[in-house]
């Protein structure tokens, strides 16, 4: 029943494009492969192989450059992600066309957290994409996703959000000229709200959580009320998820053209881990780092940690879960590339782990204390994550290890409500002295 429904949606998507499918520039992307059987079929807004059923992604023709001359080009391009246009499905001349531009954000030597944590300094490193122009990592992806719909002609950009996707959504579409209209839980951060609103597209909360949302977008799809429109993570999610990779490429070019030992990175639909692991290998493939083993570690908060859960019962499959934590952004109880991330986590010996609630809220807390960054719920994730992981001996801290920071804590302050004035004094000495700050 469930594959019917996907099958006539991905015919139905299809057709819809069928005239500008032959005509379309993505640079190296050549054609759409599914990752269960290999069939191939041309690039098109689609997302569900018409043979099995499974998720399409991009196949390329990399064969353009030896190493040498793409690292330098790559080193030669603008400080963002179109300095790896030649790896991304874009069109050679990406960055002369409006889009947001994101990425180039910050790996900081996180010292003080080392420390913090009990372990080696030099070795763990923060790589921070609060720094991105709507402050989270979901600019990346949002940024390939609105070449596709330029490519394939779309007019109208759409997406189902746990928050930051929309923001990035609303602020591509400002930038490039398009009508947005995204769709989100109606009880969201007022942060992530207000920052998808501001951009002047429209945004629909749905009585429901982000997995009905995600439903309801399916089926608007489907329907002739959303033709001609762009889902960023549905019918363009083959060119959306490849944004990703270009968190893999930073780094590792930030690491001077190295392999990290360890990543630990969020889990919310798993489609950013998988893809990092796939630009990882896209490098070594191409000779730009020298092959090394490396791990992928998963992190979940534990109210919705269906990944988690699986890999600890030795599943293959996830059982969905219904979500109730305050790490909204990760809160998607039925994540589509979750068995996927369990293939990552199991082949590259890492693993996928869960913090509360109330470790998510002490590792804002640290990281702000020690790095100066302030991380959104997600990067909590992350940070506590790490802590466990170090603890329990499954993260190695003497080796080369950077955890993500995917968003920015302004977005969602309620998780540290309380953090605030250390004092009220009156404007003078003897009450600065009264209040022992001397
Ligand atoms: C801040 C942040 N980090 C990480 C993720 C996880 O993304 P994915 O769905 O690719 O696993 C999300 C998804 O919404 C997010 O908003
Ligand atoms: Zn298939």
């Known amino acids: 029943m469930?594959?019917?429904?996907?099958?006539?949606?991905?015919?139905?998507?299809?057709q819809t494009v069928a005239s500008t499918t032959n005509s379309v520039d993505l640079g190296p992307a050549a054609a759409l492969s599914c990752r269960e059987c290999g069939h191939r079929v041309p690039l098109g807004p689609v997302f569900a192989c018409e043979e099995c059923f499974g998720p399409l992604e991009i196949a390329y023709d990399f064969s353009a450059y030896g190493a040498e001359e793409l690292r330098k080009r790559i080193e030669a391009g603008p400080a963002n992600i179109w300095r790896y246009a030649p790896l991304l499905p874009v069109p050679a001349d990406v960055a002369a066309k409006p889009n947001i531009n994101p990425g180039w954000t910050q790996l900081v030597k996180a010292d003080n957290l080392a420390r913090e944590l009990g372990v080696d300094t030099g070795k763990l490193f923060i790589k921070d994409d609060s720094g991105n122009p709507t402050h989270s990592f979901k600019d990346r992806v949002v940024a390939q996703a609105l070449e596709?719909?330029?490519?394939?002609?779309?007019?109208?950009?759409?997406?189902?959000?746990?928050?930051?996707?929309?923001?990035a959504v609303g602020a591509a579409a400002a930038r490039a000229g398009f009508r947005s209209c995204v769709f989100i839980p109606?009880?969201?951060?007022?942060?992530?709200?207000?920052?998808?609103?501001?951009?002047?597209?429209?945004?629909?909360?749905?009585?429901g959580n982000y997995d009905d949302v995600n439903r309801f977008c399916s089926e608007l799809i489907g329907d002739p009320a959303g033709e001609g429109w762009g889902f960023v993570n549905v019918n363009l999610r083959p060119y959306y998820a490849e944004g990703s990779k270009t968190?893999?490429?930073?780094?590792?070019e930030q690491l001077g053209w190295q392999l990290p030992d360890q990543l630990v990175v969020p889990i919310a639909s798993g489609s950013q881990l998988t893809k990092i692991d796939k630009g990882l290998q896209e490098l070594i493939k191409l000779g730009l780092v020298e092959d090394k083993p490396y791990?992928?570690?998963?992190?979940?908060?534990?109210?919705?940690?269906?990944?988690s859960v699986a890999f600890k019962a030795g599943h293959?499959?996830?059982?969905?879960?219904?979500?109730?934590?305050?790490?909204?952004?990760?809160?998607?109880?039925?994540?589509?590339?979750?068995?996927?991330?369990?293939?990552?986590a199991r082949r590259t010996g890492g693993a996928v782990e869960d913090v509360t609630d109330e470790q998510v809220v002490d590792a804002i807390k640290?990281?702000?204390?020690?790095?100066?960054?302030?991380?959104?719920?997600?990067?909590?994730?992350?940070?506590?994550?790490?802590?466990?992981?170090?603890?329990?001996?499954?993260?190695?801290?003497?080796?080369?290890?950077?955890?993500?920071?995917?968003?920015?804590?302004?977005?969602t302050l309620d998780a540290v409500a309380g953090t605030g004035l250390t004092a009220t004094i009156r404007p003078n000495l003897d009450s600065f002295r009264e209040a022992g700050l001397a």
């Open 247 to 252: 968190l893999a490429y930073e780094i590792c």
């Open 366 to 411: 640290v990281l702000a204390r020690t790095e100066g960054i302030f991380a959104e719920t997600a990067g909590g994730v992350t940070v506590g994550v790490t802590r466990k992981l170090i603890e329990n001996g499954l993260l190695d801290p003497t080796l080369t290890t950077v955890v993500l920071n995917t968003g920015d804590g302004l977005k």
């Open 2 to 14: 469930r594959k019917m429904r996907r099958k006539g949606l991905a015919s139905m998507a299809a």
């Open 186 to 207: 109606h009880d969201l951060e007022q942060g992530k709200v207000v920052m998808a609103a501001v951009y002047g597209g429209e945004l629909v909360g749905i009585e």
């Open 316 to 344: 293959d499959v996830v059982r969905p879960q219904k979500p109730n934590t305050i790490a909204k952004s990760l809160a998607i109880g039925n994540p589509a590339d979750g068995p996927y991330v369990l293939d990552i």
């Open 295 to 307: 791990k992928i570690f998963g992190a979940q908060a534990e109210g919705c940690s269906p990944v």
């Open 148 to 167: 596709a719909a330029r490519a394939f002609g779309f007019t109208t950009l759409s997406c189902s959000s746990t928050g930051n996707l929309a923001g």
